[in-house]
């Protein structure tokens, strides 16, 4: 059994007053960014204002988008940075901002490259709703990726001693009257302190668990659950605006069709599910609609249903091709029955509609053509291997596509479109890269890609200023 890594926090004592750059926040991205930066000779530290770190990055599961790699090859999948930019694009209302997207999908492939250089493999592959080729890679362990990722990149950072410190909330920017310079902390103790840094790079995260922001930009939301992690709240783009930057997007809030709602937290259902076989029924046992269409509109098609939820209907070789449901099972998320007779007793679906479904599924997949609904992805196995497991699931707030206003180079820009100088940001916290539907696998790419980008062109900036 593999020997457990454990990840030490750097001491607050160890604080410096000055460093190249600072980043804010600890998932992908801004671990992504760090490691970058470092190998180019900078020294950068991390700042995260939550204990715990990796923000929503842990609890990503599907995986991550790329195409023309290494990986599809030898898969025999043969891929297009053209085909993924035009599915996102489609997949995004046709409102993606195209200069980040057309970077977004020409550099996913040499993101996976990057990760694999430092012993971080997505060797295997599955597919997501909008995609139409396997190009979302995932460890061939096939655990979830977020938690994998962060913890791979954490093995990184402690091995080059990258100072990362938690419970470190940065309060405000400082800016001069040309440029960036450092920020203003606030340490667990209370203490405030002042940093300064050549560059900021802000990585930290959407807005998905703050309600009042939520309401602001999407009242009809307000009320709904979250798949978010509790330091969600924004706080880059309050710190972004204190220094006159652009932000777009904001009404756009991703709804995810299937998070499991009946315990008292929020679980979220990865995409990989319906990827690797399963299918949605109504309370009459019934399909509704094509499982791998965008999250958006599988989303609008469950709230068409009177309950406004549905049941996902797996068996036990989807669950065997998706770890992830065995931890759903051990914290009570998932029936099971022997049959789909006995599965259905239990879920309280009509068994012979049930049954009826499965079978006329299992003949699509079979013939390969889903004359109901159109699938055509995630239809290399029918549900024939008992036992069989149900989810039941309802549409909850995921994802924020709106934020911080960046061109490709990652540079934050303010409203007349001008880059603000020393001031960087990837991830999340950025919109304008999903337009108005992210697709599954796009926000761990979008983490690798642009935080690497955002280490990249950190390290041009400050090679520029000192050469001066």
């Known amino acids: 059994m593999a020997e457990k890594f454990q990840f030490d926090s750097t001491a607050i004592t160890a604080l410096k007053d000055q460093y190249d750059v600072i980043i804010i926040g600890s ?23 939550m204990a715990k770190i990796g923000g929503n990055t842990t609890r990503a599961s599907s995986g991550m988008n790329a195409a023309e790699s290494l990986v599809q090859l030898k898969h025999q999948v043969v891929d297009s940075y053209a085909d993924f930019y035009h599915e996102t694009f489609i997949g995004g209302g046709r ?35 909008g995609m139409r080729v396997k190009r979302t890679h995932r460890p061939s362990s096939l655990a979830p990726i977020g938690g994998f990722l962060v913890t791979q990149l954490l093995k990184v950072i402690a091995a080059e001693k990258i100072p990362l410190f938690t419970e470190v909330k940065v309060s405000q920017l400082q800016q001069t009257a040309t440029k960036v310079t450092g920020v203003q902390v606030q340490l667990a103790t209370g203490e405030q302190r002042t940093l300064q840094g050549s560059a900021i790079i802000i990585a930290t995260g959407g807005f998905g668990a703050n309600k009042e922001l939520i309401g ?26 204190q220094v006159g930057a652009q932000l777009v997007d904001m009404d756009q809030i991703q709804v995810h069709p299937t998070v499991q709602q009946e315990t008292n937290h929020p679980f979220l259902i990865g995409e990989a599910v319906r990827g690797e076989g399963a299918i949605l029924v109504d309370d009459n046992g019934q399909r509704f609609v094509n499982e791998l269409d ?31 449901i065995e931890f759903y099972d051990h914290i009570g998320l998932v029936e099971n029955g022997s049959t789909l007779t006995q599965l259905a007793t239990k879920t309280k679906l009509p068994a012979a509609a049930l049954a009826q479904t499965v079978t006329a599924w299992n003949q699509a997949v079979t013939t390969h053509q889903d004359t109901v609904f159109g699938r055509t992805t995630g239809m290399s196995h029918g549900l024939k291997t008992g036992p069989f497991y149900a989810i039941r699931i309802a549409p909850a707030v995921h994802y924020t596509m709106g934020g911080i206003k960046i061109n490709p180079q990652t540079q934050v820009l303010n409203a007349d479109q001008q880059v603000i100088p020393g001031l960087y ?20 790419a979008e983490t690798v890609i642009f935080g690497r980008q955002a280490g990249q062109q950190v390290y041009r900036y400050l090679t520029a200023l000192t050469s001066k």
């Open 95 to 129: 409102q993606n901002d195209p200069a980040l997207l057309d970077y977004f999908t020409s550099h996913g492939a040499l993101a996976i490259d990057w990760l694999a250089a430092h012993h971080i493999d997505l060797d295997d592959l599955t597919i997501t709703g």
């Open 216 to 241: 602001q930009y999407r009242p009809d939301l307000k009320a709904y659950q979250t798949t978010n992690q509790p330091g969600a709240t924004g706080d880059g783009l309050t710190l972004a605006k």
């Open 425 to 444: 940001a990837a991830g999340e916290v950025v919109g304008g890269l999903h337009g108005n539907n992210r697709i599954g696998g796009n926000s761990i």
């Open 294 to 324: 965008t999250r958006k509109n599988v989303t609008a098609a469950i709230n068409q249903l009177p309950t406004k939820k549905a049941t996902l209907i797996l068996d036990h070789a989807v669950r065997q091709r998706v770890p992830a």
């Open 27 to 49: 998932g992908s991205s801004g671990l992504v960014s760090a490691v970058q930066a470092h190998e180019l000779g900078l020294k950068p530290v991390i700042l995260e204002k």
